[in-house]
T-cell receptor
Framework: KQEVTQIPAALSVPEGENLVLNCSFTDSAIYNLQWFRQDPGKGLTSLLLIQSSQREQTSGRLNASLDKSSGRSTLYIAASQPGDSATYLCAVTSDMRFGAGTRLTVKP | GAGVSQTPSNKVTEKGKYVELRCDPISGHTALYWYRQSLGQGPEFLIYFQGTGAADDSGLPNDRFFAVRPEGSVSTLKIQRTERGDSAVYLC???????????FGPGTRLTVL
């Protein structure tokens, strides 16, 4: 059974800093992996989807990478802003398995 | 176009009652997923529909939970004899097919007193 882990559980950084969120999964035979953002009391907003044949995807200040062989994905956020504060979730969506998320706080 | 919608947004019920939660997926999305999320946790998979049929219902916790999607569009999650432990946010998502992005609705917050 696929297990998805996100470390750290919480992260606080000053505005402007570049940061990396980590996601690991136990079964490398994945079809795709998706990163989401969740604001308090809200649903999930899709950020990036990486297919298993891809190594990375970029959208604006966000870059997600995928290394299937090591069972890892990272979400890189450049020049963080207070508006980036949220919980970031990764999911092996083809297995319908989510991590518990990383709660990010960007301080002005 | 419209995103995924869920009704009601909040539902408060008493232990032992029956509840129905509704999900309207994005038009044309054949795949529909139900998850539930407890505070501080990631979504937990319940059931996945491909068209009208439940392709994977392995996440349903017990036989009090049932879901239907009779016309391959709207889906209803049904919970019988609710228990306090069923309290959570129930999330619905849809995608063109399993290889595409999942898009989530705002969720239904269920509280069982």
């Amino acid at each position: 059974k696929q297990e998805v882990t996100q470390i750290p559980a919480a992260l606080s950084v000053p505005e402007g800093e570049n940061l990396v969120l980590n996601c690991s999964f136990t079964d490398s035979a994945i079809y795709n992996l998706q990163w989401f953002r969740q604001d308090p009391g809200k649903g999930l907003t899709s950020l990036l989807l990486i297919q298993s044949s891809q190594r990375e995807q970029t959208s604006g200040r966000l870059n997600a990478s995928l290394d299937k062989s090591s069972g890892r994905s990272t979400l890189y956020i450049a020049a963080s802003q207070p508006g980036d504060s949220a919980t970031y979730l990764c999911a092996v969506t083809s297995d319908m398995r989510f991590g518990a998320g990383t709660r990010l706080t960007v301080k002005p | 176009g419209a995103g995924v919608s869920q009704t009601p947004s909040n539902k408060v019920t008493e232990k032992g009652k029956y509840v129905e939660l509704r999900c309207d997926p994005i038009s044309g999305h054949t795949a529909l997923y139900w998850y539930r999320q407890s505070l501080g946790q990631g979504p937990e998979f319940l059931i996945y529909f491909q068209g009208t049929g439940a392709a994977d219902d392995s996440g349903l916790p017990n036989d009090r939970f049932f879901a239907v999607r009779p016309e391959g569009s709207v889906s209803t999650l049904k919970i019988q004899r609710t228990e306090r432990g069923d309290s959570a946010v129930y999330l619905c998502a849809s995608s063109l097919d399993p290889s595409h992005e999942q898009f989530f609705g705002p969720g239904t917050r269920l509280t069982v007193l």
